[in-house]
């Protein structure tokens, strides 16, 4: 059995670390800060056998130096010059066997250029998502365009319903108040945003979320429905699904 479980980080990152039943070995996927993951390796005794990355930015990658250095373990990531450390570059189509589970690579660029997601079917099948998908949200648009963000978004709606979706922050508060802007007609965001609250206030994290809870909370990925067209037509998008997502997120950056 693949246990995951969340290192956070900064303000408001997740690190995940993945560990198969009772085996030392460990994976963590994003590592921005070293420090917290040693902590958790030292106590623990654990031994760190890989890292995922799914793109450059600094808060993903940051720790990869001193971890590397300290610990030696393969690095799985985007076929990226920026990002120093990578032992084995990745990309749309490949395959990784990590932690006994076979994980699926995939290109979701949008946020950057360079963004992988690492998904692997099975009970429950897991999805590393990086800033691409957010709970009940998308990821800024840095490098890519809408149409690949939306290309992305539609990827993971396709996937099994019952996937569980690990982003890399805790934006699901702030993403649900804007969903309710956004889809103000959808009850299930109205639930949430009082599941998150209280998730919140006892410090819990909200994620993992699911595939099938996104396709009834994000407005990224409803755009087709009546009630998100609706009020991104009031923020001046016509009627077509990739208009939809492109004021709603230029839309969220000024909210």
């Known amino acids: 059995m693949l246990s995951v ?5 900064f303000s408001d990152n997740y690190i995940w670390l993945l560990r198969q039943d009772a085996s030392q070995k460990v994976c963590v996927v994003d ?8 902590e958790v390796l030292e106590r623990e005794a654990l031994e760190l056998e890989t890292i995922l990355i799914t793109h ?16 030696s373990p393969q690095v799985i990531g985007p076929d990226n010059p920026a990002i120093a450390g990578i032992t084995r ?3 749309e189509g490949d395959e990784v066997r990590v932690m006994g589970r076979l994980f699926e690579v995939m290109a979701t ?16 099948s897991l999805l590393f998502c990086g800033d691409t998908l957010f709970c009940a949200g998308c990821g800024r648009l840095f490098e890519g365009s809408p149409e ?12 099994p319903e019952e996937t569980l979706v690990f982003a890399a922050h805790e934006y699901t508060q702030a993403n649900l108040t804007f969903a309710r802007q956004a889809d103000p007609d959808n009850e299930d965001v109205a639930y949430a ?28 990925l409803r755009v087709h429905t009546a009630s998100v067209r609706h009020a991104a037509g009031t923020q001046g998008a016509n009627n077509s ?14 909210f």
């Open 5 to 9: 479980t969340p290192i956070p980080a």
């Open 31 to 38: 590592p921005g800060d070293a420090a917290p993951i040693m």
């Open 56 to 71: 450059h930015h600094h808060d993903h990658t940051g720790g990869l130096d001193e971890l590397t250095s300290r610990y």
């Open 89 to 91: 570059a990745v990309g």
């Open 109 to 124: 660029p949008g946020h950057t250029l360079d963004h992988i997601s690492f998904f692997t079917p099975g009970i429950p």
């Open 148 to 159: 690949q963000l939306h290309q992305s978004l539609k990827r993971f709606a396709a996937l």
């Open 193 to 220: 945003l009082q599941e998150s609250r209280r998730a919140r206030e006892a410090e819990r994290p909200t994620l993992p979320s699911t595939i099938g809870r996104e396709l009834n909370i994000n407005p990224y």
């Open 241 to 254: 699904d990739l208009a939809t997502l492109t004021t709603l997120r230029e839309w969220k950056n000024r």
